[in-house]
């Protein structure tokens, strides 16, 4: 692989993120992301730290949520 072709691929994960991995991955559209859901497209993302993320416990990440974890490092944006 060149130089110049892992630049590319660094580019295109920059531009995805900015669409925010989040909001790729509710995938059902309705808002929250659900373990499975973050599971689904971050791997890494253990039950521990999803429940981390879960600040009020519900099982589910809200925006605020996920925007605190992204602030925190938790979650790539
Ligand atoms: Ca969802
Ligand atoms: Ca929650």
Redesign the pocket.
Known sequence: MTRSSIATILLSLGLAGAVSAATAA???G?G???ID?VQAVMPDITAESFNAMDLNADGALDAAEVQAAQDAGLMPA
Do not use: F, G, I, R
Request: glycine share 0%; net charge negative; charged share 40%.
């Open positions: 509710d995938a059902n309705d929250v992301l659900t859901e």
